[in-house]
């Protein structure tokens, strides 16, 4: 008679990621949280979700991220990540960053590309990327090789004295990229993360000087995105789609044309924002499921192979 395996498949893959591991992974893309089942391509979130410094673009994608079965992809996170690493990368970022100037376009894609071609079939979110012209040009170019176009570009608008006046209050917890506003989003105990009590640290590039700096940045370099993007919303694209395995080269068919959405967030806080981009969000990705329903799910699936394992476990017993 056949062997019982004991805790059944569903309960022993979520044994088999260790705290340790998810931190060790290079950017969100947390296995617990993302599904398994393959959303339908059609409907696939690829969002940018672009902004002025400081406008609120990581705790926008954060409470995404926390709502909904979707991973993300902060540039800002993964560099601060390589320079406290001391990486070749981090090396070449470190003055860069601190002086509030942009790394090479090239780079930028070379970081990005690498991470985004195992999130083929995945909800997700690129946060501050890109920032210029070229970087959208080689960003399109290397998503369009894949057949999975970006779907959404968010803009959120924040007016700029908002913004200033909110930067000299921004803490960070440099792990996480969880961010901390003493106005508005205080931590619980005042200097140190909610949810690992490690220290909050400033930003060096947080202070008003180079903050001037990056606003003027943004103005030169990343605001001519939204002219990109606006022009690449009027105009469809066909994409390849790869053969399916038994087809014959000349059944090729042709997918949809495929059409970036572009939309604008306006408000002076994320709380205004939050409403409309989860709306926004919602109606055009109806594919997207909430994490609270996923573990819902896998709980009753946990909880129904365990009773099948624990029944076919008394048949076998029974039968020795
Ligand atoms: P952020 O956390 O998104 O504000 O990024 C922090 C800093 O990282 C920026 O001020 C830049 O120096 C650098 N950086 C982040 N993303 C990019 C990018 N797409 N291109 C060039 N530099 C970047």
């Not at 002076?268 to 996923?294: C, G, H, K, N, Y």
């Amino acid at each position: 008679m056949q062997a019982v395996r004991w805790p059944p498949a569903t309960t022993r893959r979520y044994v088999s990621y260790s705290v340790a591991s998810r931190r060790a992974l290079p950017f969100s893309l947390n296995p617990f949280r993302a599904s398994q089942e393959r959303p339908d391509p059609g409907n696939i979130l690829r969002l940018v979700i672009f902004g002025k410094p400081g406008a609120g673009k990581g705790t926008l994608t954060a409470r995404l991220v926390k709502k909904y079965d979707i991973l993300s992809l902060s540039t800002g996170d993964l560099l601060r990540q390589h320079i406290a690493e001391r990486t070749e990368i981090g090396r070449q970022a470190e003055q860069i960053v601190a002086q509030g100037k942009l790394l090479p376009d090239d780079v930028m894609l070379e970081i990005v590309a690498s991470k985004l071609d195992h999130l083929r079939n995945k909800h997700w979110i690129l946060d501050g990327f890109p920032r210029t012209v070229p970087q959208g040009e080689l960003l399109d170019a290397h998503l369009k090789k894949q057949a999975t176009p970006l779907s959404l570009v968010v803009n959120l608008d924040v007016p700029d004295e908002v913004i200033l006046s909110r930067i000299s209050d921004r803490w960070v917890h440099l792990p996480s990229g969880r961010v901390y506003n003493l106005s508005y989003n205080p931590p619980k105990v005042e200097g140190f993360d909610d949810e690992t009590g490690e220290p909050l640290t400033k930003r060096p590039d947080d202070n008003p000087e180079v903050f001037a700096r990056r606003l003027t940045q943004f103005y030169a370099s990343t605001s001519p995105l939204i002219a990109y993007y606006s022009r690449a919303a009027q105009t469809p694209t066909r994409l390849p789609r790869p053969p399916h395995r038994h087809q014959h080269p000349h059944q090729l068919t042709f997918p949809p044309a495929h059409t970036l959405l572009l939309k604008t967030v306006s408000g002076t806080t994320s709380d205004e924002i939050w409403p409309q981009l989860d709306a926004l969000v919602r109606s055009a990705f109806p594919a997207l499921r909430e994490t609270a329903t996923l573990l819902e799910t896998r709980r009753r699936h946990s909880l129904s192979d365990a009773v099948c394992a624990a029944g076919l476990a008394a048949s076998s017993g029974g039968d020795s």
